[in-house]
């Protein structure tokens, strides 16, 4: 089997926007235009072929990311469709760190949203170039440059239009190709399927023509040779204005901009068009360097040794574990053995599928910038790195935030309970932003997520896919433990209960860091008074100490620690010695550095009517809410401020009862803050009570 389609014929992206931006009618539309499927299937039907779970099919909106692969005009394109629910986010993270690039989907009357940015942010975060596309162009208030300027002013961004629109709302008719000058209307008896072109009306020339000039200057401007030819007053030809606009692209400093809309099925082949002209190639993105050692290095070639990323994890109830790995090097063969060199293991791929959602194409190879999914990858997890056993190198892993809500969680029926251990298992694999600990102390399971609705879809599944029917106990948020002040004395560690006995000195010193800056662990020990072996054992200790803080144990954040001094015995030092005395040090010194508690607080946003401003802004101060503005957006109101978790829970039912189910909100993770001193006390004496510190 050899490759069908060239390397810089192949495109790797992802769809990201806010919730209901249209991410999965638009993925539908372009299934269906590049011939992938025969009949496009709705979202609001259940029917859509990247909502493949049940309830993403019951609630209309995306839960897990969908792959799949299409073909047009020659190129292939693996496309992801990722969700845009907040408490998804781990999501659209593992997407972005193995796309090549991406379409940034934005409502045309609701514009940049909230969680627009938190992905906007994302893709910046892993370096991935963008085009855009304002959807939903036939609602009423939608406006194609107001969205334009909100890429601009609220992400940053450098919007290039690339269409023109004809009309708006139930005026819309269609799209100008500014690079052509041509007007593209769509044919509604193909369902939009055959694209028909026209002259531009007479109304739209002179703003077309102003608009296609700026175009034309920033093509120039991203080329020297262009700007030369731009300056002498010559005309670019269109393949050279395309040459400028994808050589900025791909520098992230211009984001070619569409609009039109899926569900009319309006606007998408001028888009797709923008995928093929304007995003990289993994050519274009070039080679992967080793995150350990700067000079293992691999080109996107089937030549080199293999590399990949193993990127998701999904339990098929049919074939059990499915790996999902981007390929950036090389070619993975199936049934060779591969080397994990994250978990430092040979493993090997029983089966290889090319994905499309929840279809699979059988592969005998997958080549340099494939994204496939394999059976038999068991010890794997997401963001291992896989390899030439001969070759080993190890990529960039991926960074995932934590959970900021809790719930305990018991089976109704007492057989099950191995059943749910491991169908949790089964369930964190999958996802790493939800967790699983059981406290030994009061006999409970608990799980944390992203949010109520992270977990409600947990506890859904549970049920449904493993049969495993839960009680389940009102959410918890994750709150988190730190100092205020600076800290430092001793602890000695000595028992003596025949025979050998156990002996450690420790004397640490504890400081507050600024927040988000994590725990740092410093060695300052000199002449040898604790021996270099014992030193991790120190740190073993702190981390274990770290793990649940011993004023209200949660666990403990932006704390240094250094070890200054100690002593140790010849006989009755010991690893295990030396990991007890630095826990018990650590939570001492804890509760004499001025222990404070502090609480996730979000960025909430909330979209009523008019009339309804006054009682959002109440409800939003009911809840220790901070408002921090307030503006117009497509005929609603914006309350845009900030709210401690703990006090948002039911915050939904709250808002749409007040607005007769008109009001709408949008919550992201902001920050850790304390929490108020009247609280603390409350919540330290409950958690005392529960056994949950000790």
Known sequence: MARTIALENVRNIGIMAHIDAGKTTTSERILFYSGENHKIGEVHDGAATMDFMAQEQERGITIMSAATCVNWKGYRISLIDTPGHVDFTAEVERSLRVLDGAIALFCAVGGVQPQSEQVWRQSEKYNVPKIAMVNKMDRVGADFFAVVEDIRKILGGNPVPMVYPMGAAESFDGVIDLLRMKAIKFDMKTLGKVAIEEEIPEQYMEACKEWRQKMVET?????????????????????????????????????????????????????????????????????????????????????????????????????????????????????????????????????????????QEALEEAYAGDIVACVGLTKTRTGDTLCDPKNPITLESIEFPDPVISVSIRPNSRGDNEKLGNALYDLAQEDPTFQVKYDSETNETVISGMGELHLEIIVDRLKREFNVECTVSPPEVAYRETIRQKVEGEYKHVKQTGGRGQYAHVCLRLEPQEPGKGFEFVNEIKGGVIPGEYIPAVEKGINKALEAGAYAGYPVVDVKVTLYYGSYHEVDSNEFAFIECARQCFKQLFLKGAPQLLEPVMNVEVAVPPDQMGAATGTLSQRRGRVEGMEDKGGSKLVKGFAPLGEMFGYSNTIRTLTQGRGTYTMTFERYEPVPASLTEKIVEKRKKEGKVR
């Open 219 to 359: 093509a120039a401007e991203q080329d020297d040779e262009l700007l030369d030819k731009f300056f002498a007053g010559e005309e670019l030809t269109i393949e050279e204005i395309k040459r400028g606009l994808r050589k900025g692209c791909i520098a992230r400093k211009i984001v070619p901009t569409y609009c039109g809309t899926a569900f009319k099925d309006k606007g998408i082949q001028p888009m797709l068009d923008g995928v093929i002209d304007y995003l990289p190639s993994p050519l274009d993105i070039g080679d992967t360097v080793s995150a350990d050692d700067e000079t293992k290095v691999r080109k996107p070639d089937d030549k080199e040794p293999f590399c990949g990323l193993a990127f998701k994890i999904v339990t098929d109830k049919h074939m059990g574990k499915l790996t999902y790995v981007r390929v950036y090097s090389g070619v993975l063969k199936l049934g060779e053995p591969i080397y994990n060199s994250t978990m430092k293991q040979e493993t090997r791929p029983n089966r290889i599928f090319r994905m499309h959602a929840d279809k």
